[in-house]
């Protein structure tokens, strides 16, 4: 039975009924033209997609959309032309190909000869034309990155073209039981990669038509996340199996605890963790803490440091002030040394953690809750 969805207007209602498109063709080009009918968030994925390829010529063929994620992830969406299953295998093992083209490229590879090409060529929305890089084609996205949430992305990239852990999808207005069944196997057998299904429909009405996507299949593989994904990334485990000193290895371990008590967000990148606020006027959280190994660092923040990058601070008006006293918190903490860079942040050292751990987590919990009361504070009137 067809799906209906009741459309409301100034000049009453009205229904619009699923009804089959012309054709597959007729689908393709609506998707294409709006690629943000593709349900990012559904992939696991955040925000709109950027395109940085449409009908771009790789070794194995023209595919039909390659999409980039904020989190760094590429999305490879082929289109099936038919309702057949093997029209299904074929757009299946296009996306195959499509992949093996991209693995292994450097991010400049990638940059100047796919995502370029694509700017310079006929294809590229108005929004995007005259655009001659991958930098200055993100920068065009409501994406609103700082400099580290920049650099997670490229890093991300990097990983994702160096092991071809790409998301394929194949796009269409139907799938059968059996395509469904061999992207769950494909998905609990796959090493790299996850695939999914996007059901593509078309509403039409007395006034109007409309489209919408769904994904019907694409369940990311057990314990994965978008920020995990991947050779290159570490995790909880691996980063605690990384300390020698058990004071300070069940020190960390109990800070890590606290934070996601908190609510706080845990992004695990090559080398080590960012914790992250969520605030009410960006949708990407707010780095407040870093945690590396010994030997590695991010803008001289090493071991262990709290505060905040002055870039992103000054994007975040509505919390800057509940920030500010959380890094002046912090600097009260016996022991913390101030980060000689950019960052307005402290660091304490591995023989420090122990004893600071509850002043930490402290400060923690009081500016969490600080931001978590600008969100649920009425706008003001002016």
């Known amino acids: 039975m067809p799906r209906r969805v009741?459309?409301?207007?100034?000049?009453?209602?009205?229904?619009?009924?699923?009804?089959?498109?012309?054709?597959e063709k007729a689908l393709q080009e609506i998707v294409k033209l709006n690629p943000q009918l593709?349900?990012?968030?559904?992939?696991?994925?955040?925000?709109?997609?950027l395109v940085v390829?449409?009908?771009?010529?790789?070794?194995?063929?023209?595919?039909d959309l390659l999409c980039l994620a904020r989190s760094g992830d590429l999305v490879l969406i082929e289109f099936k032309t038919g309702p057949q299953n093997p029209d299904f295998r074929?757009?299946?093992?296009?996306?195959?190909?499509?992949?093996?083209?991209?693995?292994?490229?450097?991010?400049?590879?990638?940059?100047?000869?796919?995502?370029?090409?694509?700017l310079s060529g006929g294809h590229v929305s108005e929004a995007f034309k005259g655009l001659?890089?991958?930098?200055?084609?993100?920068?065009?996205?409501?994406?609103?990155?700082?400099?580290?949430?920049?650099?997670?992305?490229?890093?991300?990239?990097?990983?994702?073209?160096?092991?071809?852990?790409?998301?394929?999808?194949?796009?269409?207005?139907?799938?059968?039981?059996?395509?469904?069944?061999?992207?769950?196997?494909?998905?609990?057998?796959?090493?790299?990669?996850?695939?999914?299904?996007v059901q593509v429909i078309r509403m039409e009405g007395s006034q109007l038509s409309a489209y919408s996507a769904q994904v019907v299949s694409g369940t990311a593989r057990s314990g994965q996340t978008a920020s995990s994904v991947g050779t290159g990334r570490t995790n909880?485990?691996?980063?605690?199996?990384?300390?020698?000193?058990?004071?300070?290895?069940?020190?960390m371990k109990e800070v890590l605890a606290g934070a996601s008590a908190l609510g706080l967000v845990t992004y695990w990148g090559a080398k080590g963790?960012?914790?992250?606020?969520?605030?009410?006027?960006?949708?990407?959280?707010?780095?407040?803490?870093?945690?590396?190994?010994?030997?590695?660092?991010?803008?001289?923040?090493?071991?262990?440091?709290?505060?905040?990058?002055?870039?992103?601070?000054?994007?975040?008006?509505?919390?800057?002030?509940?920030?500010?006293?959380f890094v002046q918190e912090v600097s009260q903490i016996p022991g913390a040394k101030p980060v000689p860079s950019k960052l307005d942040a402290y660091m304490f050292e591995p023989a420090i953690v122990p004893r600071a751990k509850a002043s930490i987590i402290a400060a923690l919990e009081h500016v969490v809750a600080a931001v978590r009361a600008l969100g649920d504070e009425p706008p003001s009137r002016g």
Not at 53 to 63: K, N, P, Q
């Open 132 to 197: 001659g890089s991958l930098a200055e084609a993100v920068s065009k996205t409501n994406w609103e990155l700082g400099e580290e949430e920049l650099g997670t992305l490229n890093a991300r990239l990097t990983d994702v073209l160096a092991n071809g852990d790409f998301r394929f999808v194949v796009a269409a207005q139907r799938f059968t039981p059996a395509m469904i069944k061999s992207l769950q196997y494909l998905n609990a057998t796959a090493r790299y990669g996850q695939y999914s299904l």
């Open 273 to 325: 963790a960012s914790l992250r606020v969520r605030t009410p006027d960006r949708a990407e959280p707010v780095s407040i803490a870093w945690a590396f190994l010994e030997g590695d660092q991010w803008f001289s923040a090493r071991h262990l440091s709290l505060g905040v990058d002055r870039e992103t601070l000054a994007q975040v008006h509505s919390v800057q002030p509940a920030i500010e006293a």
């Open 236 to 251: 909880e485990a691996n980063f605690l199996a990384g300390i020698a000193d058990d004071e300070y290895r069940d020190a």
């Open 6 to 23: 009741l459309a409301q207007g100034p000049d009453g209602s009205f229904d619009l009924v699923e009804v089959p498109a012309e054709s």
């Open 38 to 49: 593709i349900p990012s968030d559904d992939l696991g994925l955040d925000g709109d997609l």
């Open 90 to 118: 074929a757009a299946l093992a296009q996306l195959i190909d499509y992949g093996s083209d991209l693995w292994g490229m450097t991010l400049t590879d990638f940059d100047n000869g796919v995502v370029q090409r694509y």
């Open 53 to 63: 390829g449409r009908e771009t010529s790789l070794a194995s063929g023209a595919i």
